[in-house]
């Protein structure tokens, strides 16, 4: 067995989070939750993490909640359910949602159920090869209880949401792509370093626009467009005066890699 659910490493500004309970296919137990909450707001909190990586130990992403808690084995009544869910397994979610630095899931293998759920709290998606998704709820008796409702509507529309949730149906890692749940492909052995590699990139980039363009994305998916023009151009106001600003345009005219300073 694992000695810890889930781990973070963090090199280079990095923090990879991995779900490490290989033997159960990283499935999410309570005690997995709690330390994942505590490592959300190290990445939150800690000046030295600027972007986060999200994946699993072994053949498995997240095989969503562990089923030795689940059917004949859940003893809680209706509101205890409900009061686990809203104060302890959604905090994930909510953790997740209060970082505004860049969140990429490397989604390795199976991410079923909350497990699948889990890679979508994340800004982007990549994926291996071999990977697979499974909306499974319905199979199970059960509703999408970690924000699936929420976050898959947003990423494929509406209807494909509907077929993912209606249907349980499993999809491989080139569907999953063509119709937008996962951003890119790679091969099982070069998913985590190229995923490593676009994050990097990311890094290079001036860090106050990366971080205000998060915010601003996910706060104009339910604005309207002259509230949207009205935000940016606040956003535009102190942008513009920024010292990273002057360095990007001083650095793009003498032909070099400009040094950002998060100023």
Avoid at 99 to 115: D, L, Q, R, S, Y
Avoid at 120 to 129: E, P
Wanted: charged content about 25%; glycine content about 6%; proline content about 3%.
């Amino acid at each position: 067995m694992s000695e810890k659910p889930i781990l973070l490493d963090v090199q280079d500004k990095i923090a990879t989070i991995t779900l490490n309970r290989p033997e159960r296919k990283n499935a999410i137990n309570t005690n997995m939750v709690n330390e994942w909450v505590e490592i959300l707001d190290e990445c939150r909190d800690n000046d030295d993490i600027s972007a986060v990586i999200l994946t699993g130990t072994g053949e498995a992403f997240c095989a969503g909640g562990d089923k030795a808690n689940l059917g004949a084995n859940n003893k809680i009544d209706p509101l205890e359910t409900k009061n686990h869910f809203w104060d302890h397994f959604q905090r994930v979610a909510k953790r997740t949602a209060l970082i505004e630095k860049p969140i990429v899931a490397a989604v390795n293998g199976m991410a079923t159920g909350a497990g699948m759920d889990m890679s979508l709290h994340c800004d982007i998606r990549f994926a291996s090869k071999n990977a697979i998704f499974r909306a499974s709820y319905a199979a199970f008796g059960l509703v999408p209880g970690n924000g699936g409702t929420y976050f898959l509507p947003r990423i494929v529309g509406t209807s494909k949401a509907l077929e993912l949730f209606w249907s349980t149906d499993v999809i491989d890692a080139d569907e999953a792509l063509r119709i937008g749940l996962i951003n890119k492909i790679f091969s099982q052995e070069e998913l985590m370093k190229k995923t490593r590699e676009w994050v990097s990139n990311v890094l290079d980039q001036a860090p106050i626009p990366v971080r205000v363009i998060k915010r601003l994305i996910y706060q104009n998916v339910n604005m309207d467009l002259n509230t949207s023009l009205d935000l940016i151009s606040s956003h535009m106001a102190f942008a513009r005066t920024s010292e990273d600003h002057a360095e990007a345009i001083l650095a793009s005219e003498e032909k070099r890699k400009p040094k950002f300073k998060g100023k």
